[in-house]
Every structure is written in C-alpha cells, then in structure tokens.
C-alpha cells in the first residue's frame, strides 16, 4: 500500500487548524464561565472575574500565550506547508503555460 505524502501533510494541516477552534471555544467558554481578571499575574489577583467580550478576549489571550510559549511548532508548521504548497502550485502554472 502506497501513501501519498501529500495527503499526510495535508491532514496533518487540516488537524492542525484544530487547534485554533480549541482556543476560540475556551474563549467561548471563558465568556460564559468567566475567567479570573488576573490570569496574567495571579499573584496581584482581586479575585473578580471577567465575563462576555473580555472573558472571551482573556481566553483568547491565554491561548496565544500558550502558543507562543508551548506550541510554536503548530503556527510554524502551518506557515511552512502554505509557502510549499503556494511554491508548489506557482510551479505547476509556470510550466503549463
């Protein structure tokens, strides 16, 4: 059985856009739950909780320091598959044409 390494990437591109749809939930989540207004410094807390849009963006907020800290592989990869696959399709045009 052969396996077109193509498809491999390309799954592993549309698993990887997962990613994104978790963070926009929890910050869906966070909107609704609310989140603690000092999740950046716990330490300096008052213990008040932020709800609707600023629960939302502090859930959002979280998720891009997560990423930039935990998960930078997850952008970097997505930014390399679309620079081949625009190189690979720029390819094709020029030489059919």
């Not at 698993?15 to 978790?22: K, N, R, S």
């Not at 989140?35 to 600023?54: H, R, Y």
Request: proline share 2%.
């Amino acid at each position: 059985m052969k396996i077109n390494i193509a498809i491999v990437f390309k799954v592993i591109f549309l698993l990887t856009l997962c990613y994104y749809l978790v963070w926009i939930l929890f910050g869906v989540k966070c909107a609704i739950t609310g989140i603690d207004s000092g999740w950046v410094a716990p330490a300096l807390s008052s213990g008040e909780k932020d709800f609707g849009f600023d629960g939302f963006s502090s859930g959002i907020g979280v998720g891009i320091f997560f990423t930039f800290t935990y998960a930078w592989f997850v952008p970097l990869y997505q930014v390399i598959y679309l620079i081949t696959c625009g190189m690979i399709k720029l390819k094709k045009r020029i030489r059919h044409s």
